[in-house]
């Protein structure tokens, strides 16, 4: 039965007949045999097979191989003598599956530009970086729902077509058919678009089950060209009844704290990678998370921060505007020099949903920022008071009608509850220093750009 290399090089049993599958990464001939190093994807090691040249198709066929030739190896797992590995296969039969033309196979064994490689989003996981990454974002989604599943959180399938845009930015895709456009829109019946937050649906099922959360892609037709933006990305969104802003920064803190501590002890072999080649330090960065609180200060004290720092930052700081990107990263990043928790923004630029503080000014935001990064979480309190709710949906220019289903729920039953969305490839981003958040979702897209 085949296996995979990962699990070789963990158990070890040697002496024993192993099978393989894999890639070839490389081969180096010597007199009598051949050393082929193959990947096969389930971890950052290759195996090393000797290939000796009494095999029936040594060189008709080994002696071909090259850089991405498909192979099914069988042979004796055996210690190996030479550094590098701890184990090796002697083969008893290498059976070559499909070759790869040395003459056009885009991967060298050389290391490639991040940028070079996104034109070929269809190879790039086969090298050592973009497979690290890969590895390492699915454990952090197992992590995720880990985490949620242990508390008791149920996870709702929100839509992905939807007829309300949660955060009433206008930045929607519309969905249509060719032979409604210019027309627009009437499949549904009315105007529909792609899902920019599942929120509001994750809110209707935190109104019924309790703790809930959603994971799953959302979109955004923003103009931004950004190493941080996506127009299609994930997001992960707990929703909790009978939870305030307190509660809802601790079960985002805890989720962080969670997941980090989970990658660090199921991936150590790919985040070393990271640690050597893309950030230097990021696992004392990663475990100095988990160990200390996170930060907390308001939007007004940020403010006062960012004022009194005698920086000059290329987007003024004024009580009113949101924070830029450099005033996020200064103030996680020099400031405070750890994860922090920014409360309270003002009502004007937060959405309709947001429940209002006392102060008539200010609503019960939450977003965290992480170093490197900037935001990586967006959240807060839901206003769960009908009067006050339809007031600010009025305000912001909503169509009431539309969103009767929402105001319902503060009809009947109405609680406090709170929520927030983790940007699932900002997390990444931050767990691999990965610079670029191209680099960090499998299929990217982002303006003029949807490959595969
Ligand atoms: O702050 P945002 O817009 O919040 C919401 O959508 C809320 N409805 C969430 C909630 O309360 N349930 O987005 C949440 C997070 C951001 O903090 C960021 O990490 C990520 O989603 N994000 C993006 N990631 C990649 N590309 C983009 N264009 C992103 N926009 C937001
Ligand atoms: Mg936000």
Redesign the pocket.
Known sequence: MKKRIRELIKDKPVDKTVSIAGWIRTRRDTGEFSFLEVNDGSCLANMQIIANEDLENYSREIKQLTTGCSVIIRGQLKESPAKGQEVEIHADEVIVVGLADPKTYPLQKKRHSFEFLRDLSHLRPRTNALGAVSRVRSRLSYGVHQFFQEKGFFQVHTPIITTSD??GAGEMFQVTTPDQKGKGQHFFGQSAGLT????LQ?EVYALSLGDVYTFGP?F?A?N?NTS????E?W?I?P?MPFCDLRGNMQIAEDLLKYVLEDVVGNCIEDLNLFDKFIEKGLLSKLHGIVDKKFGHTTYTEAVEILLKAGKKFEFPVEWGTDLQSEHERYLTEVVFKCPLIVTDYPAAIK?FYMRMNDDGKTVAAM?ILVPGIG??????QREERFDVLKSRMLEAQIDINEYDWYLDLRRYGTVPHS?????F??LVQFVTGMKN?REVIPFPRTPGSAPC
């Open positions: 949660c955060e920019v937050s599942g929120q994750a959302t955004r923003e931004s941080r933006h996506l127009a990305f997001m969104e929703e959405p977003d935001e990586i979480v967006g959240g807060s929520g927030f969305g983790l940007g490839e900002r958040i």
